[in-house]
């Protein structure tokens, strides 16, 4: 703890992204106060996946505290929350297609809000009975519509994979060869890869080789330990050196910090930052 509170204010060599909760026990429950406290501990990037959710008055109140305090806004979820099992990218429903879209336009203020360049975007449900081929071929094309109306406000989608094995069965995009090679065939600034390295652990492994073979398509981070979805340091991957790797890569992107506290209570949220202060140590 007292290494903790040493390290003050002192920044950390990559981006680290807290969101809302992550700190909740030492800092209380004001939004705006967990902002604070993250800041005067060396954070200056922050996410929060359901941003587009609350009150445009409460995306306002977040977004002047984060100006005020230095802190960059990392991704919100454009398109994902609550469509997980619909075939809306890999399908052909013209309607579900139609929606997708329009999510993502709608995103375009909540982003402009909050001063988020990034939004995250899961592209829905597998089709069993389609071949891979297919699927891939209209989620690019869908994803191009997307990227369309994204590109004029230079705003960005990151596609995120998520693990089949422990979190997410029955996804479409689960691999960064896969989402490489959809970023690939749509083929604009407005649509690059979210990384996961918790997803991609338990997905495919082979961390750091996927990173560099994917890295001009990598625009956005994001961490968590295996087993246990929690900080660095409690599983089986090594980010001390994988957080050394993005460094000496030169990413100053952000590293969305998308995991809960292996322990409860204050102590557990300082036990998160002690974490990073590790892993940042190399
Ligand atoms: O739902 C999850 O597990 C995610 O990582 C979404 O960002």
């Given at each position: 703890?007292?290494?903790?509170?040493?390290?003050?204010?002192?920044?950390?060599?990559?981006?680290?992204?807290?969101?809302?909760?992550?700190?909740?026990?030492?800092?209380?429950?004001?939004?705006?106060?967990?902002?604070?406290?993250?800041?005067?501990?060396?954070?200056?990037?922050?996410?929060?996946?359901?941003?587009?959710?609350?009150?445009?008055?409460?995306?306002?109140?977040?977004?002047?505290?984060?100006?005020?305090?230095?802190?960059?806004?990392?991704?919100?979820?454009?398109?994902?929350?609550?469509?997980?099992?619909?075939?809306?990218?890999?399908?052909?429903?013209?309607?579900?297609?139609?929606?997708?879209?329009?999510?993502?336009?709608a995103s375009v203020e909540v982003a402009k809000r909050v001063n988020a360049k990034w939004m995250t975007?899961?592209?829905?449900?597998?089709?069993?009975?389609?071949?891979?081929?297919?699927?891939?071929?209209?989620?690019?094309?869908?994803?191009?519509?997307?990227?369309?109306?994204?590109?004029?406000?230079?705003?960005?989608?990151?596609?995120?994979?998520?693990?089949?094995?422990?979190?997410?069965?029955?996804?479409?995009?689960?691999?960064?060869?896969?989402?490489?090679?959809?970023?690939?065939?749509?083929?604009?600034?407005?649509?690059?890869?979210l990384f996961d390295v918790y997803h991609q652990q338990i997905q495919e492994g082979n961390l750091i080789?996927?990173?560099?073979?994917?890295?001009?398509?990598?625009?956005?981070?994001?961490?968590?330990?295996?087993?246990?979805?929690?900080?660095?340091?409690?599983?089986?991957?090594?980010?001390?050196?994988?957080?050394?790797?993005?460094?000496?890569?030169?990413?100053?992107?952000?590293?969305?910090?998308?995991?809960?506290?292996?322990?409860?209570?204050?102590?557990?949220?300082?036990?998160?930052?002690?974490?990073?202060?590790?892993?940042?140590?190399?």
């Amino acid at each position: 703890q007292s290494t903790t509170q040493d390290a003050g204010t002192k920044p950390f060599r990559l981006r680290y992204a807290p969101h809302f909760g992550l700190f909740r026990n030492a800092a209380g429950n004001d939004l705006v106060a967990q902002l604070e406290f993250a800041a005067a501990q060396g954070f200056r990037d922050w996410e929060d996946n359901t941003m587009h959710k609350r009150p445009v008055e409460e995306q306002t109140r977040i977004a002047a505290a984060m100006e005020r305090l230095g802190i960059r806004m990392g991704v919100f979820v454009a398109y994902g929350v609550g469509s997980f099992d619909k075939r809306s990218f890999t399908g052909s429903d013209k309607k579900l297609r139609e929606e997708a879209v329009a999510e993502v336009r709608a995103s375009v203020e909540v982003a402009k809000r909050v001063n988020a360049k990034w939004m995250t975007v899961v592209p829905g449900a597998f089709s069993i009975d389609v071949e891979e081929g297919y699927q891939t071929a209209r989620c690019i094309d869908l994803l191009r519509r997307c990227a369309e109306v994204l590109e004029p406000h230079d705003l960005v989608m990151v596609l995120e994979p998520l693990n089949w094995w422990k979190n997410h069965a029955g996804l479409f995009l689960r691999k960064i060869p896969q989402a490489y090679e959809i970023c690939r065939g749509v083929d604009s600034p407005a649509c690059k890869i979210l990384f996961d390295v918790y997803h991609q652990q338990i997905q495919e492994g082979n961390l750091i080789p996927n990173i560099d073979l994917a890295w001009d398509e990598i625009a956005y981070f994001q961490v968590g330990d295996n087993p246990g979805r929690n900080e660095p340091g409690t599983g089986e991957i090594n980010y001390r050196n994988v957080f050394k790797h993005l460094h000496t890569r030169g990413f100053d992107g952000v590293v969305g910090m998308e995991h809960g506290a292996s322990r409860g209570g204050k102590e557990g949220d300082l036990a998160v930052i002690e974490a990073y202060r590790t892993a940042d140590a190399f």
